[in-house]
């Protein structure tokens, strides 16, 4: 089976009203969805990601890839997990792939949400800010969705550094 090692990150930023996370609404996954009549106007919300370039580190990535997919640059705050999942490949000979995404969490610093490469719009359909609580109830992945619960924890726990 081929693997795949990527990595990804949760960025937060504090407003007035509490914590933010940016997610990204993937291009694929729109095409897919549109397809399906029960699913039409449902948005499918990730968390921004990439694999792993050859030399780079996984925290690295994270923040490479935060940056390309939503237009905003973030520094690390914390490691968060390691999720697994498989999927087909829908193009070529249909191999399975089993695929890690390495997940940290990154505090805000600078950029505009949705600020992104005309190339990287083929796979980003749109960047948003959406309200971090209650945030696993938009997420499609089960995955990320226990990573956005461990960054509450963090934060909650670090409560007097991060306040919001
Ligand atoms: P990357 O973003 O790492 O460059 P990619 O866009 O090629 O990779 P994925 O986002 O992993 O690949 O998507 C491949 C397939 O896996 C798609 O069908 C997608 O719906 C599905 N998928 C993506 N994330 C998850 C997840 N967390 N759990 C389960 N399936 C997922």
């Known amino acids: 089976m081929l693997r795949e090692i990527s990595a990804g990150g949760v960025l937060v930023r504090s407003t007035p009203e509490g914590w933010e996370l940016a997610v990204i609404e993937p291009q694929r996954e729109a095409s897919i969805v549109g397809q399906s009549d029960k699913?039409?106007?449902?948005?499918?919300?990730?968390?921004?990601?990439?694999?792993?370039?050859?030399?780079?580190?996984?925290?690295?990535?994270?923040?490479?890839?935060?940056r390309e997919e939503t237009g905003l640059t973030g520094s690390i705050l914390a490691k968060l997990s390691?999720?697994?999942?498989?999927?087909?490949?829908?193009?070529?000979?249909?191999?399975?792939?089993?695929?890690?995404?390495?997940?940290?969490?990154?505090?805000?610093?600078?950029?505009?949400?949705?600020?992104?490469?005309?190339?990287?719009?083929?796979?980003?359909?749109?960047?948003?800010?959406?309200?971090?609580?209650?945030?696993?109830?938009e997420l499609a992945y089960r995955g990320e969705r226990d990573v956005i619960r461990l960054a509450r924890e963090y934060l909650n726990s670090h409560a007097e550094e991060e306040r919001p």
């Open 39 to 66: 699913k039409r106007h449902k948005e499918v919300l990730a968390l921004p990601k990439g694999l792993i370039d050859s030399g780079e580190k996984p925290a690295q990535t994270a923040v490479r890839e935060v």
């Open 82 to 137: 390691d999720i697994k999942y498989m999927y087909v490949r829908s193009w070529g000979d249909n191999q399975r792939v089993f695929k890690i995404v390495s997940f940290y969490l990154l505090r805000y610093e600078s950029g505009n949400i949705d600020d992104v490469s005309p190339e990287m719009r083929i796979e980003v359909k749109r960047a948003q800010w959406i309200p971090l609580e209650g945030a696993e109830r």
